[in-house]
């Protein structure tokens, strides 16, 4: 059993948190560090029967905890896993990894000279769907791959306050590409492998927070293929993702994370129905099984702690991802193509 620390309860933090309370024998959460220490924290961290602490450093020198899960502002992602990292604690980032390829590089190194694990919360790779979708592309089932291309949106920002960090351009460059976008990205490079070049455009419709609502985004791959992705923030929540290929093509569908949803539906319902359109024949239609990817990932990272499989993510894709974040917002404020380095 692991014993991890969450690093920030907000809604997330929970949701990470109430994933595998009661129900997990791989990792447990003992400890939650929250700033501001709110009655709604410590509301939370009682219920969980959780130790609430307001300093990071004070859950990285407790010698009783193995591994902190990280759900904070994206900007100090990089910063906190190294200071795990050299704290012998292995450490599980939400996404984005980082908002550069550097502050990437600079964080897997750490962990690496430290000889802890790293994990990283794309857990859409873990869905079965995804599973069964990146075998027919790799047996050839699909031919030869096309484009993919994904839609992601949610009506969180339309609720944001000012002052909320999720609110600031600099914590969330290009409205929903950091809270939500990430995850298609991630698939991409999964499926179709790295990211040459991008082109986006972000900009505000509907929030009344300085922050971007709606964002677009061309890809091309190093393979050849194309790749599309869209984000909202201001409307309905709802999930794509869909690849063409030469012998047919793939439609995955679903929700996002929305706030204040129950848990149990951010967890479960990320996917729902499923096509196949063959170039000849019926379309097939099935629905998805009902999977707690949260659960699962967070269980996948205990099992690279313990060593009994690697992380599923290669640290060098972490990375990649990162770097391709980083020229997505260099090309939203450039207007042009931006290669990824």
């Known amino acids: 059993m692991i014993n991890a620390a969450i690093v920030g309860l907000g809604w997330w933090?929970?949701?990470?948190?109430?994933?595998?309370?009661?129900s997990s024998q791989k990792?447990?959460?003992?400890?939650?560090?929250?700033?501001?220490?709110?009655?709604?924290?410590?509301?939370?961290?009682?219920?969980?029967k959780?130790?609430?602490?307001?300093?990071?450093?004070?859950?990285?020198?407790?010698?009783?905890?193995?591994?902190?899960?990280?759900?904070?502002?994206?900007?100090?992602?990089?910063?906190?896993?190294?200071?795990?990292?050299?704290?012998?604690?292995?450490?599980?980032?939400?996404?984005?990894?980082?908002?550069?390829?550097?502050?990437?590089?600079?964080?897997?190194?750490?962990?690496?000279k430290a000889g802890v694990t790293?994990?990283?919360?794309?857990?859409?790779?873990?869905?079965?769907?995804?599973?069964?979708?990146?075998?027919?592309?790799?047996?050839?089932?699909l031919g030869v791959i096309l484009h993919c291309e994904a839609n992601m949106t949610f009506p969180n920002a339309l609720f944001l306050s000012n002052d909320a960090w999720r609110a600031s351009k600099e914590e969330t460059?290009?409205?929903?590409?950091?809270?939500?976008g990430v995850h298609a990205i991630?698939?991409?490079?999964?499926?179709?492998?790295?990211?040459?070049?991008?082109?986006?455009?972000?900009f505000k419709r509907a929030v009344e927070v300085d922050a971007d609502d709606t964002t677009s985004m061309l890809f091309r791959m190093k393979e050849g293929m194309s790749g599309y992705l869209s984000t909202m923030t201001a409307t309905g929540g709802g999930f794509s993702f869909q690849v063409f290929g030469s012998k047919g093509h793939i439609r995955l569908e679903g929700m996002t994370h929305i706030a204040g949803a129950p848990s149990e539906e951010r967890r479960k319902k990320c996917f729902g129905n499923c096509y196949f359109k063959p170039v000849k024949g019926s379309l097939e239609h099935w629905e998805a099984e009902?999977?707690?990817?949260?659960?699962?990932?967070?269980?996948?990272?205990?099992?690279?702690?313990?060593?009994?499989?690697?992380?599923?993510?290669?640290?060098?894709?972490?990375i990649h991802g990162a770097a391709v974040t980083e020229s997505v917002v260099k090309s939203a404020k450039s207007h042009q193509v931006e290669k990824v380095y």
């Open 13 to 22: 933090g929970q949701t990470l948190v109430e994933s595998v309370a009661n």
């Open 27 to 48: 990792i447990r959460f003992s400890t939650a560090v929250s700033r501001s220490a709110s009655q709604k924290a410590k509301d939370f961290s009682q219920f969980h």
């Open 50 to 112: 959780m130790n609430l602490v307001q300093n990071f450093d004070a859950v990285l020198a407790d010698p009783n905890i193995d591994a902190v899960v990280l759900a904070t502002p994206h900007s100090l992602h990089a910063k906190e896993v190294i200071e795990a990292a050299e704290a012998g604690k292995h450490v599980f980032c939400e996404k984005p990894f980082a908002l550069s390829k550097a502050e990437a590089e600079s964080a897997v190194s750490a962990t690496q």
């Open 118 to 141: 790293l994990g990283l919360g794309y857990n859409r790779r873990l869905h079965p769907e995804m599973i069964k979708l990146r075998e027919r592309i790799h047996s050839g089932d």
């Open 173 to 180: 460059p290009c409205g929903g590409l950091t809270p939500m």
């Open 186 to 202: 991630d698939g991409m490079i999964d499926l179709c492998g790295e990211i040459d070049e991008v082109y986006c455009q972000s």
């Open 290 to 318: 009902e999977t707690d990817i949260v659960k699962a990932i967070l269980e996948h990272f205990s099992d690279a702690v313990s060593g009994t499989q690697p992380f599923m993510i290669p640290v060098s894709e972490m």
